[in-house]
């Protein structure tokens, strides 16, 4: 009965922030994959950052590098993504997904994301 959830998207203005949570209650242990993926109406899905089993490394879309972070604790089933500096083209529903990583090495868009969250809207406009 695996569950996750967003939280803390909401309106702001270029150059503000949000910090993002998700909760993934039935998640035992840290061994898996955590990503942020977001999607603007009429575009593609795309991802945003990963973290890997135990939170051994970190990766990012270019267009978020320097701009967002991407963190976990496992003991609270929660990850998170701190966004700062946002833009326009920013503004999309965020999701977060999770899968069991079953080999060492880094997270990425194209990993076996089997879990998911509803998602949160962000949205960035003057």
């Known amino acids: 009965q695996v569950h996750m959830a967003e939280s803390g998207g909401g309106s702001v203005q270029p150059g503000g922030s949000l910090r993002l949570s998700c909760e993934h209650s039935?998640?035992?242990?840290?061994?898996?994959?955590m990503a942020w993926f977001r999607q603007a109406p009429g575009k593609e899905r795309e991802g945003v950052a990963f973290?890997?089993?135990?939170?051994?490394?970190?990766n990012y879309a270019d267009s978020v590098k320097g701009r967002f972070t991407i963190s976990r604790d496992n003991d609270k089933k929660a990850f998170y993504l701190q966004m700062n500096n946002l833009k326009p083209e920013d503004t999309a529903m965020y999701y977060c997904?999770?899968?069991?990583?079953?080999?060492?090495?880094?997270?990425?868009?194209?990993?076996?994301?089997?879990?998911w969250g509803q998602g949160t809207q962000v949205t960035v406009s003057s």
């Open positions: 997904a999770a899968y069991l990583q079953r080999r060492w090495g880094v997270c990425t868009a194209d990993g076996d994301y089997n879990y």
């Open positions: 039935g998640l035992s242990g840290g061994s898996y994959c």
């Open positions: 973290i890997t089993m135990y939170g051994i490394s970190t």
